[in-house]
């Protein structure tokens, strides 16, 4: 495994995920109803959704009607909105429960979460995270997690009695996970020059990779797109998705890794553009 000295922004949060989609106005339309977004901006070919009570932009959604579907290539497993409470949760699942089935779920000691698949095939994870006090780390220091069952009943229990309208206004994007053609240049490029610590490593398998103690900001799997090729020009599903610094020193420091590891990248205004090594493509920013 890739050893690393430097370490990225402690405080990185996910920033704007962008997808290519075939039918805007029904994938708009999905992310209101089912998901409980709000559109905050739009432009000429592309509707930006976010939180409605705060107008924070989580996810921008591109017109390309002439896009494919690549299931198999590098490009996004799962989107993850990240809840602020159980109660939350559990508001969000009886909305949902109430016209359509999960894909599945997990209790993973540091967080519960459910599963879904939007309408053109991008994952969806939807959770809240347990108190950081209640997380427990192996003899390795490797914050513990695992998958287990979910306890519906008491989730739903927790939540309010109001009808679900929207997402509450502390939901971020808690977390992106991608799929590579290779977990072992992932972990190079993330660990190793990002600066993110290695939370898990599944060898061959997967890897997942936090800022700050946190359990993962990014998760890399291989289990469907093992050894393909780039990415179609013509694809839909990930375009881009950010990573906010939180300031312009800390995005300062990533770019003297990135000259120092040889690693390409373009200077857009103040923001970076970087291509990993399964060709998805991160903007650094403040």
Do not use: C
Request: net charge negative; proline share 5%; hydrophobic share 40%.
């Amino acid at each position: 495994m890739s050893t690393k000295n430097f370490e990225i922004d402690t405080d990185l949060e996910i920033g704007l995920t962008t997808l290519n989609v075939k039918d805007l106005k029904g994938m708009v339309r999905y992310y209101e109803d089912v998901i409980g977004l709000s559109v905050v901006d739009e432009d000429y070919g592309s509707m930006t959704l976010g939180i409605a009570a705060t107008k924070r932009p989580l996810l921008r959604l591109i017109n390309k009607r002439d896009g494919q579907a690549y299931p198999q290539s590098p490009g996004l497993f799962h989107i993850a909105f990240l809840l602020p409470t159980r109660a939350d949760l559990g508001h969000w699942l009886r909305h949902f429960a109430q016209t359509r089935q999960l894909d599945g779920a997990g209790d993973h000691l540091v967080s519960e979460a459910l599963y879904l698949t939007d309408p053109e095939g991008n994952g969806i994870e939807i959770y809240w995270d347990r108190p950081r006090s209640e997380w427990t780390t192996d003899t390795d220091g490797k914050i513990q997690m695992d998958t287990l069952r979910v306890d519906f009943g008491s989730l739903i229990a927790e939540a309010p009695t109001a009808p679900f309208t929207k997402l509450p206004a502390g939901t971020v994007m808690g977390h992106i996970h991608l799929q590579v053609d290779d977990v072992n240049n992932a972990q190079a490029f993330y660990h190793s020059v990002l600066g993110f610590e290695t939370a898990a490593f599944i060898s061959n398998q997967a890897g997942f990779f936090g800022a700050g103690g946190y359990h993962h900001h990014i998760g890399a799997n291989v289990w469907k797109s093992r050894g393909a090729g780039p990415r179609p020009a013509d694809a839909l599903g990930l375009d881009r998705f950010e990573l906010i610094f939180s300031s312009q020193q800390k995005l300062d420091e990533v770019v003297e890794q990135l000259k120092s590891a040889d690693v390409p990248y373009d200077q857009i205004g103040r923001a970076i553009e970087v291509i990993d090594p399964a060709g998805n493509k991160i903007i650094l920013k403040t």
